[in-house]
């Protein structure tokens, strides 16, 4: 399969993953909950490391989901702001269009899905590890990092839940040794191709960077006849469910920066 046979392929698989009526409710409850705060994010982690959806009380009792009773919240920080003082012809421009200034923070109280009752959200596939031969990819895939000068070791990362790493500082990458082959040559793909894409300081978000890593995992694996999207369909739309922004933000924008560079390496 060539490599853009392989990318419409992984389109065309996302576009049927997500249309799916579990997901697409996932997706629609996902995206209407707040979006919290680096600082809120690490305060529900602290008190809840399992927490995985959380929302206020009133939020979920809209989405049809009940708090249990005695469930204790999790706290976070809530901005409190104050309207500007009306101007002449404000009256215009609706009170709600009137400029807030932020006056201070306080306490309030969120909770995570598993608090609650109700509606069923729809269920997220987890990316299913790959089994099987990798007919020799990895040792290929060895010799197309250190053609770029890259170090490649068969060590286990430090985040338990990684298959694998990068380093920019040292320039090398780990591939957690305990996977199957076929597993280890997709990550060593998608560490490759942040190698080659992504720097320190780039601006790029982490979403965008994982999509496009993985982007890449998918096609190199496609483009050998290997078969991926176990791992890669539920990766990719868990960063980013919305598809047209997955194709602006995670497919397509990867194929002009790195596919030229691995011209003739495979």
């Not at 389109?11 to 009526?21: F, G, N, V």
């Not at 920080?77 to 923070?105: M, N, Q, S, Y």
Request: charged share 25%; net charge positive; proline share 6%.
């Amino acid at each position: 399969m060539d490599k853009q046979t392989a990318l419409n392929t992984l389109e065309q698989a996302l576009e049927a993953l997500l249309s799916q009526e579990g997901i697409r409710r996932f997706l629609e409850i996902r995206k209407s909950l707040h979006q919290y705060s680096f600082y809120n994010v690490l305060m529900i982690a602290t008190q809840k490391p399992a927490a995985t959806m959380v929302a206020g009380y009133q939020r979920w009792k809209a989405l049809n989901r009940q708090v249990r009773k005695g469930k204790k919240g999790i706290a976070i920080f809530i901005p409190h702001f104050r309207k500007a003082p009306a101007e002449p012809h404000a009256d215009a421009l609706g009170t709600d269009e009137l400029p807030r200034t932020l006056v201070g923070f306080g306490v309030g109280h969120v909770f995570d899905v598993s608090q609650t009752d109700g509606k069923p959200i729809g269920e997220w596939p987890e990316p299913a590890k790959l089994t099987g031969s990798d007919q020799g990819l990895q040792a290929r895939l060895h010799q197309v990092a250190e053609s770029f000068g890259l170090v490649v070791l068969d060590e286990a990362p430090e985040s338990p839940t990684a298959q694998g790493d990068f380093s920019h500082s040292t320039r090398t990458i780990r591939v957690r040794p305990t996977n199957e082959p076929k597993q280890r040559a997709k990550t060593l793909a998608h560490e490759i191709g942040h190698a080659l894409l992504h720097k320190p300081g780039d601006g790029l978000a982490r979403d965008q960077k994982e999509l496009e890593a993985e982007s890449v995992a998918y096609i190199v694996m496609a483009s050998q006849e290997l078969d991926s999207a176990a791992y890669t369909l539920p990766y990719l739309a868990g960063w980013n469910g919305d598809l047209p922004t997955l194709k602006a933000r995670g497919l397509m924008p990867f194929v002009l920066r790195f596919l030229p560079k691995w011209k003739k390496k495979l």
